[in-house]
T-cell receptor, first 112, second 113 residues
Framework: AQSVTQPDIHITVSEGASLELRCNYS??????LFWYVQSPGQGLQLLLK??????LVQGIKGFEAEFKRSQSSFNLRKPSVHWSDAAEYFC??????????FGKGTSLLVTP | DAEITQSPRHKITETGRQVTLACHQT?????MFWYRQDLGHGLRLIHY???????NKGEVSDGYSVSRSNTEDLPLTLESAASSQTSVYFC????????????FGSGTRLTVV
């Protein structure tokens, strides 16, 4: 089955530093790939998505992600992190239908 | 504005009771999904529906049921609540395309005592 793996459970970065969250996918063909963000006590919000075309995808809140087929990765990046970016981040890929399989998430802590 | 709402936001129930969590969307989406979120497990799919009268089991469907009698609603029923079902439950909806992603509700925190 199509799946994604997020190797990092927790990430801590200083405010203003750059960020990269890792996501590796298992999928036979070129997949749709998604990144979602969950602020504390909230539902999930779509940050960005990829399907074919440019391998560098721009999203909301200043985030971007790069699709690398050779590495089966779709890593999320942000050049300069703000304290408000502290949240849980999920990578996701569709299963054989319309349902999404989510990674276990990466919790981002931003320090002053 | 279109939205997806879950109710209640919080619920405490006793072991063995039947519990129904509501999900209502005004996006006119065909697809609706229920997930549970637990520490260390991320989001796991419970049930989903691709249209009226259509329901399908997900990864962790045991002890749960859904029914879809109209486009807007997909209630999730716990037939006999167990402590292992203490979790945060999220409903989501989407259009019928793999590329659109989901719109999520705000979640229901269920505690079974």
């Amino acid at each position: 089955a199509q799946s994604v793996t997020q190797p990092d459970i927790h990430i801590t970065v200083s405010e203003g530093a750059s960020l990269e969250l890792r996501c590796n996918y298992s999928y036979g063909a070129t997949p749709y790939l998604f990144w979602y963000v969950q602020s504390p006590g909230q539902g999930l919000q779509l940050l960005l998505k990829y399907f074919s075309g440019d391998t560098l995808v721009q999203g909301i809140k200043g985030f971007e992600a790069e699709f690398k087929r050779s590495q089966s990765s779709f890593n999320l990046r942000k050049p300069s992190v703000h304290w408000s970016d502290a949240a849980e981040y999920f990578c996701a890929v569709p299963n054989s239908g319309y349902a999404l399989n989510f990674g276990k998430g990466t919790s981002l802590l931003v320090t002053p | 504005d279109a939205e997806i709402t879950q109710s209640p936001r919080h619920k405490i129930t006793e072991t063995g009771r039947q519990v129904t969590l509501a999900c209502h969307q005004t996006w006119n989406h065909n697809n609706m999904f229920w997930y549970r979120q637990d520490l260390g497990h991320g989001l796991r799919l419970i049930h989903y529906s691709y249209g009226v009268q259509d329901t399908n089991k997900g990864e962790v469907s045991d002890g749960y049921s859904v029914s879809r009698s109209n486009t807007e609603d997909l209630p999730l029923t716990l037939e006999s609540a167990a402590s292992s079902q203490t979790s945060v439950y999220f409903c989501a909806s989407s259009e019928s395309s793999q590329g659109n992603g989901y719109t999520f509700g705000s979640g229901t925190r269920l505690t079974v005592v």
